[in-house]
């Protein structure tokens, strides 16, 4: 993969640092350090830009969570990749989507659930379990509104002020996988003015961390349908797109999938059309699979609809 000269713009609520990206796929990587205005904490973000990318043409935008997981497995703790430069360049190509610009944002692993957690589904539980919630499985801290902020009010300004971008909602997307799916639903909630689409790929519905919560205890779960039934954006502006598959972690999420549609249907989303999920037999929680599937999802956003 091509590499950008040094950025050469530097903005007084940005500091940027721009660092080596290692891949070879088709497009242009750059990749920067981009600190926080609110906490001043700094984490890497992959900008890809299709090989025709020209600043006389304006584009889509999806910003997507994981963001080392997305182009070279050679980097990553699995040594899987979702392929996102291969399948996005493929499917521009083609015609098949119009073309765009992916900025993967790296999660800061170990504050990677709570980062990714919707915060304001606590306040869905007794005071007493939230703050069980808090101490044992956000390390102390819940940071989902703080992640959000940071992709919000630092991210998305510096990626619209060094780019050639489309800057409206309509072509502002977030995705993600797992928890990932979550915070994306989330965030279309949070700032329905900002994202009109959100791509949920294997959403954690249980929403269950590790070593908490037995597989018969829902109380977190629920708490965020209550919160959805409250909160969704409204559904002549926005898309929403969901997916599951059927092996390992995947295998549990069916039945919580299914009453998060039921949400959907009752806020007036019609399947099909501005909200889309699919079930993919055979599929693992991996990004193998992710990757398999994933010019589903951007054709959704991306290709020409009726």
Known sequence: MKHTAPLLIMSLLFFAQEVSATDS???????????????????????????????????????????????????TWNRQEWGVDETVAGLIASGSIKPCIIVGIWNRDNYRYTEYFPEKALNYI???????????????????????????????????????????????????????????????????????????????????????????????????RKYLADKLPAPARHRIYFDYGTETLDRWYEPYQKKVDRLLEAAGYKEGGNWKTVKFEGDDHSERSWSRRLDIPMKFFLGSHP
């Open 126 to 224: 007794s005071k007493r379990y939230k703050a069980r919630m808090i101490r044992k499985a956000m390390m102390g801290q819940a940071l989902g509104d703080s992640y959000l902020r940071y992709l919000v009010n630092d991210v998305k300004p510096y990626i619209d002020s060094n780019f050639s971008t489309l800057t409206d909602a309509e072509n502002t997307l977030v995705m993600g996988s797992s928890m990932g799916g979550l915070i994306s639903l989330y965030a279309i909630c949070e700032y329905p003015g900002v994202f009109g689409g959100a791509g949920c790929i294997s959403t954690h519905l249980p929403m269950k961390g590790v070593g908490l919560f037995t597989r018969n205890d829902n109380r977190v779960a629920r708490s965020f």
């Open 25 to 75: 796929g088709p497009g242009t990587l750059t990749r920067v350090s981009l600190a926080s205005s609110e906490t001043g904490i700094s984490r890497n973000i992959d900008i890809w830009l299709p090989d025709d990318y020209d600043t006389a043409t304006k584009y889509s935008v999806i910003y997507m969570h994981d963001g080392q997981m997305l182009f070279d497995s050679t980097t």
